[in-house]
């Protein structure tokens, strides 16, 4: 029987499968962060069980962790001793963390890629529903609580119900200035927050074998968004160049084993998806969203939306309190938007790439002054590589903040966060309500579109010329 | 975690659809390390910012079944979401979608999600609105909601309907199946990587 990317991956990992009974996966690799792990080794300690696979496990301290002072105590008493907890708990279960201050510590979905343990073709969770974000390598990859983390650390296995098949399929190249970010709000633009749900998408399509690794994972981080339980892209030339020599990954006769392996991991041909979405790629163009869920996106160019207009009575009233929320009125062009803050980071946005394609933007120009923008690394590595190339005082002489690695203002648990009534254009992946802040205002955007927007302190693409403009930094500044 | 059979309590209706996990409990509450005493965390920023929140209202306030939009619980997987409605006094949810993690955590932590059909929904949100102090019962073991004159069915999968009617936790339902679990580690490809850390190579 031809079968989907995601069944390979599936059934490479079934442990048991017994009628009636939801099938038993191994998981090949879990990862563990501070903000949801302290009750799962309670839970075990209660047991009087132990971790079955730590050297399986790889813990690191990200949500709650502070951006600047890093070599300080944590300032926040109750952030704190979650990360000792973290600390205590990863010691006594003789699992690896990597603590703030480490070189390899970062957000859990940017340190995995990076030291080559996320490999195609691997079974991959963590406490963390943007766990999707693995997939971008042919991984089945998704986020689970923390009674699964328990469970997961106690059996290194998961009870698991065989997941639907969606293929997300886009033809055609992304126009200049379009990015995996405006490609992702546009197919969560198109099928909603909860077009996914039960499902594994696959992306596939010219346009996304075109996308660099770090743009996939982009794209599979926001899988969530969609609803979807996972996001996965086949694993190909693009995937074997990335993964080659990082410090896990397989080398030698190793290599020359996971790779005729990883080969296989396509779709095959005639292999049945319950549900497929074809996109044009050419008809991407930066996305912005103007509501309080991901899906609440339309084209930079376009205005805000009329309620009114909504033939849904749900859909109205979730529009009409989104509108009053985010302090918007339809109509408004949504480039006459003006934001307060400027958030480049986190786990969709917070890699090398990202953070090169929004420097070469503001190299040269001072920002608006009366916007603030935040530069947050999503890994130490990512960090030390930006300062290596000097991208570090490009934000610093456009005026941007340049900070230590972790979440921060993706999820304001440390004291990055935005005001009430703040407005954000921010490279994150969840405009909810006080998300970022309690009654802050999140618009979601690409690393492109932060750059401009924090250069005019409005809502701007660098495709209009005119939305560059900045002020040029005096010579000799 | 406590067995589930039959539950009657009173309902709140919910009248929000795409409620996320930020809004049942807001990031702030995520850096306790217990598993208990959430209810303080429960829709925080709903209840203080709107007086007429439902769970404000104290025709409300000893609802134990909620009756939301669809999409209820999308967006972070985190469980103090369900350990948050537990503590404040919930046992079963009713949505006609939920998120998917959510639901998952819901079956491992006790709290009964109940998929209805949307109209059916609206049909308890007027029925409860009419009446707060209306009956509902939520049984299991018949996968039926009853109230008035009304019985409705709904799914779930048989074994997580066996396992909460039991109250059985997965992980020991797991540890029987240790020998499976060897047998596969047995052969899992050598190359596959620890997280150990690795020298200079
Ligand atoms: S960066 Fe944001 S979305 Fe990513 S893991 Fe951290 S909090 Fe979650």
Redesign the pocket.
Known sequence: MPKTLAEKVYDAHVVRSADGEPDLLYIDLHLVHEGTSAQAFDGLRAAGRTVRRPDLTMATE??NVPTTDLLAPIADPVGRAQVEALRRNTAAFGIREAPLGDRDQG???VIGPQLGLTLPGMAIVCG?S?TSTHGAFGALAFGIGTSEVEHVLATQTLPQYRPKQMAVTVDGELPPGASAKDLILAVIARIGTAGGREHIIEYRGAAIEALSMEARMTVCNMSIEAGARAGMIAPDRTTFDYVKGRPHAPRGADWDAALAYWKTLRTDEGAVFDREVHIDASSVTPYVTWGTNPGQALPISATVPDPADLADESERRAAESALAYMGLTAGTPLRDIEVDTVFLG???N?RIEDLRVAAELLRGRRIDPDTRMLVVPGSVQVGLQAEAEGLDRVFIEAGAEWRGAG?SM??AMNADRLAPGERAAST???NFRGRQGKGGRTHLVSPAVAAATALTGRLAAPAAPADLAGTPTPPGA | MEAFTTHTGTAAPLRHSDVDTDQIIPAEYLKRITRTGFEDGLFVDWRRSDPDFVLNQPRYATASILVAGPDFGIGSSREHAVWALLDGGFRVVVSARFGDIFRTNCTKAGLLAVVLPQREVEALWEATEADPTLPVTVDLTEREVRYGDRALPFQMEDYTRWRLLNGLDDIGLTERHRADIDAYEARRSAWLPTALPVGPR
């Open positions: 990200d949500h957000i859990v979905h963390d943007h986190s786990c969709t917070g979440c993706c999820l994150t992946n969840r």
